[in-house]
């Protein structure tokens, strides 16, 4: 028994040590010795994804380039050879709205049997090429990258793109494209099932409808906005989707097979979290087990169990878009993080580099975490692209404040290490084979290739 302890001891403080000897490894490096190179783009890169074959990433940037013929700006879309880090083809789009030179191409995703890119157009005012005064879907063969058609959305706003899984035998051809629209309080349905590419631009017969959405949990503080749906995933059956409410901090609700909003879930409580949360973005894990959300109103990160969400649910006496949940849920559906402060509901992400050149070595109350990506292999690590501004309101930028971009071990809880980004890095996507990660400078329009491969063996060293 003695000899059993002893050995249990010893486990624990070789592990504390080959644990903390692979933080250490790291302590000694800088941003600059795993930044592989960068490139520019064009105009606010705002959103990126890699096509389905891992070659390719396309970048959706919100003001564009200068056309060389006509010298006028025009809405792009960038997309990069990630072989050569450097850009392959420049796709062109319909402009939308003009005001204050934003044409606002927002982000991208591809369609579940790979033959498609998705681009959305965020808004269109009277003077719009095609579909005016509201948002579009571009979409681009993946073998040609070459655009097949343009799909109107009938909302204001048009941002987040999700696709949802393939549904049981009765829906297992069906390929269902959900779109959040930020300014309208809208989902716009799409059906690309029977899309082809028949030479003809007009895609309106693909449009579905729009998903209204409601909200008992107004923000007192909003300004503008009311509910501002902004991340949005779907369950691993397909029959629901999780709609952040970006303005309210609540989490809506969607039957994804009817179309309809059936519950709210209220905020996260101060009591929860021990500050004021709202939600931005949401990946869910390959098993779809775990989801995890950024909190931009927060400096933080949460996660929970998509299991118990989906029986609280499914036990719902009545549904409808009036119906709430407490806020209480919160409590039973988090999954708490394991710190060296004990278990912490969410984790706070407010500490910078050292090399950073603003901040070095310190906290920093407006860091503003906003897209998050998983690592694709094992699902291990968590990368969160950190805004970063000089004011509570991250709309003011500031050109010479550059973000960061935080690599989270989610099996040890811990912060792995940070990098240094560009002027708000917003757009951030991981390769196919999770080697490397790519960011995107909003304000300083410039794309950052870091060395994933490089950082994480560093950091496994010593497991």
Partial sequence: MKAHSLFVIFFWVISAVSVQASILDLKNFKTKNFLMSTAETGCMPKGMKIDPVGNFLYVAEMCGKIDSVSKKRVPTVSIFDLETRTLNKTLVTPVGASKDGIFANTEVE???????????RSE?????????????????????????????????????????????????????????????????????????????????????????????????????????????AFTPDGKYA??????TGSLIIVDSIKHLQIAEIAPISFQTAGRDLNL??????????????????????????ISKLIQKIKSLHKAGSTVTLPSSVWDEVLIPFNTSQGPQKILVL??????????????????????????????????????????????????????KIDIIDTEK???????????????????????????AGL?????????????????????
């Fill in 110 to 120: 591809f369609s579940l049997d790979e033959q498609w890119g998705f681009i959305t």
């Fill in 124 to 232: 269109g005012d009277s003077k719009s090429e095609i579909y005016k005064n509201f948002g579009l879907l571009t979409v681009v063969n993946t073998d040609t990258q070459k655009i097949a058609k343009y799909i109107p959305l009938y909302g204001s706003g048009s941002k987040i793109i999700a696709t949802r899984p393939y549904v049981n035998d009765d829906f297992k051809h069906d390929q269902i494209v959900y779109v959040a629209n930020y300014f309208s309080d809208n989902i716009s349905i799409v059906d690309v099932t029977n899309l082809r590419e028949d030479g003809h631009f007009d895609g309106t017969e693909h449009f579905k409808g729009l998903i209204p959405l409601h909200t008992s949990f107004r923000n007192p503080r909003s300004k503008g906005y009311l509910i501002a749906p902004r991340g949005i």
């Fill in 242 to 247: 999780l709609v952040l409410a970006t303005e």
């Fill in 280 to 305: 931005r973005h949401i990946v869910v894990s390959k098993d779809g087990e775990t989801a995890y959300i950024s909190h931009m109103r927060g400096n933080a990160i949460s996660r929970f169990q």
């Fill in 350 to 403: 407010e500490d910078y580099p050292n090399d950073h050149p603003n901040f070095p070595g310190k906290k920093w109350i407006w860091a503003h975490p906003n897209t998050i990506v998983l690592e694709p292999i094992r699902n291990r690590y968590l990368y969160v692209s950190n805004r970063t501004t000089t004011n509570a309101d991250d709309s003011k930028a500031d050109s010479k404040i550059m973000g």
């Fill in 413 to 439: 809880d811990r912060l792995v290490f940070s990098l240094v980004g560009g002027a708000q890095p917003t757009a951030l996507e991981v390769s196919r084979d999770g080697k490397m990660l790519m960011s």
């Fill in 443 to 463: 304000i300083n329009d410039r794309l950052y290739f870091y060395d994933l491969k490089k950082i994480i063996e560093l950091y496994e060293k010593g497991e």
